[in-house]
């Protein structure tokens, strides 16, 4: 059963900085790629980055390249969002993502709050 963990969030400041993590388990973590996603107060859900199986490549939304970097430790089962530069339009609900075979699972998600 694919379990997915979020953890990380909180309450920053505006330009200050957050590390998201998200531990998996249930499946053989390597040979997938790993999304973070996002949900604003009365937004949609919207991808946020994604990375490939062993890290190679990685793409961004528009909203934050240069500010946010995926990443992800397979000897650890667990993917990364690093960000910085973190804006109040930043403030999200963030889930981290996987289709394994055509099926989505999502974890619990952690909150983050960017606000003075």
């Known amino acids: 059963q694919v379990q997915l963990v979020e953890s990380g969030g909180g309450l920053v400041q505006p330009g200050g900085s957050l590390r998201l993590s998200c531990a998996a388990s249930g499946f053989t973590f390597s040979l997938w790629s790993m999304s973070w996603y996002r949900q604003g107060p009365g937004k949609e859900r919207e991808l946020v980055a994604a990375?490939?199986?062993?890290?190679?490549?990685?793409n961004y939304a528009d909203s934050v390249k240069g500010r946010f970097t995926i990443s992800r430790d397979n000897a650890k089962n667990t993917v990364y969002l690093q960000m910085n530069n973190l804006k109040p339009e930043d403030t999200a609900v963030y889930y981290c993502?996987?289709?394994?075979?055509?099926?989505?699972?999502w974890g619990q998600g952690t909150q983050v709050t960017v606000s003075s």
């Open positions: 990375i490939s199986s062993f890290g190679g490549s990685a």
């Open positions: 993502n996987t289709v394994i075979s055509g099926r989505r699972s």
